[in-house]
């Protein structure tokens, strides 16, 4: 039997890795791979590189999400040096940033497969590979093989219709400017969130409920410590939820997400739900590029109620979410079944 090890930031209880994680290694197993899990930090769901060798598969992937850059546990301690010339190494569900040119340029003799997320990153793996072959788009598994059952064993008496709910869905990492010795860089997440917590004061009067609901609640990085601070300014939240457990359900009926964070955003299109994403990392701005849903983005460092106001106001008038829902995946994308074959063609 063919193996295959994924190698990630996995194990961190973020809610948008641990979802990749299962669809990736569910997807591969039903074609008959043997998965192997490999992360920096030991978990219930992970393996620690220190203690089991992830060279020690006929394939090697790197991803999903934006890990390719020098700081990347794989790269850092050099794990590529030891690859064997039988072995292949593959980047599978990743998006590549201005970061990931260092390491492009360290592994282009190695890659054998490149699946990215957006055009941007196609670009750039095509300029290092050169070889067309070598490089596919391909939307992010995590929605289209899902393996959760959003509605199994889960019932939510506060909010059950898709109306006047808004739930909220920060990134404590963009927000760690908040506890800066930066004067400046504090006083603009401050700001940032003061106008987020005053937007979301205004929603509450014309009856809508605020829900808060963290992405990662690891001991490292955890949402909650900025929807802590997010609910005080705001005076109370309806209903503050502290784990992912549940991630998806308690989105699913939203009315508005406010997104800082992929997965989110990306639940938001699947779903057709009016969303507005706080825009700080270029895997997100290039998505909404990718799919024509700009408009629906704020930068970060720009946030202000009156834009907050016009940008809600859009989204939850606009059908074109709704139209992109519905094509995310297939439209000018490669199929996951022929990203399946490229693999399996790969030990041949």
């Known amino acids: 039997m063919t193996s295959i090890s994924l190698c990630g ?3 961190y209880k973020n809610y948008g890795d641990t979802l990749m994680l299962d669809c990736l290694s569910s997807f ?15 978990s219930d769901e992970s393996f620690s590189y220190k203690k089991l060798d992830p060279n020690r598969s006929d394939i090697i992937a790197l991803g999903g999400g934006g890990i390719i850059t020098q700081n990347f546990w794989y790269i850092k301690e050099g794990l590529y040096k030891s690859l064997r010339d039988d072995q292949k190494l593959i980047l599978l569900n990743v998006n590549l940033t201005s970061e990931s040119v260092p ?8 890659i054998s497969l490149a699946v990215v997320r957006d055009r941007f990153s196609y670009d750039l793996a095509l300029k290092f590979l050169m070889d067309e072959s070598k490089v596919i788009l391909a939307s992010d598994i995590s929605y289209i093989y899902n393996v959760k059952k959003i509605n199994e064993g889960y019932t939510d008496s506060l909010f059950d219709k898709k109306e006047k709910k808004v739930s909220v869905c920060l990134n404590s990492y963009i927000f760690k400017d908040y506890f800066s010795n930066d004067s400046r860089q504090r006083i603009y997440a401050e700001k940032a969130l003061i106008e987020i917590s005053e937007f979301l004061k205004w929603m509450k009067t014309f009856n809508h409920k605020v829900q808060l609901v963290p992405s990662q609640v690891d001991t490292e990085v955890n949402d909650n410590t900025i929807h802590g601070i997010l609910n005080g300014y705001m005076s109370g939240a309806n209903k ?15 009315s508005l997400i406010i997104s800082a964070r992929y997965h989110t955003t990306l ?5 057709s739900i009016p969303f ?8 997100n701005s290039n998505l909404l590029k990718d799919l024509g849903l700009q408009e629906f983005s704020i930068n970060y460092w720009k946030i202000g109620l009156e834009e907050l106001k016009k940008k ?6 606009s059908d074109l979410i709704s139209e ?12 996951w079944s022929k990203v399946l074959e490229k693999i399996h063609t790969l030990i041949l």
């Open 240 to 254: 503050w939820i502290y784990t992912n457990e549940h991630m998806e359900q308690n989105l699913k009926n939203s």
């Open 324 to 335: 992109i829902s519905s094509s995310y995946g297939v439209s000018s994308r490669e199929d």
């Open 312 to 317: 809600a106001s859009e989204a939850q008038n």
């Open 103 to 110: 390491v492009l340029g360290l592994l282009r003799d190695k």
């Open 276 to 283: 507005i994403d706080i825009t700080h990392h270029s895997k």
């Open 267 to 271: 639940f938001a299109i699947k779903n």
């Open 28 to 42: 591969l197993k039903s074609s008959g791979l043997s998965v192997s899990v490999f992360s920096d930090r030991k």
């Open 9 to 11: 930031f996995y194990g």
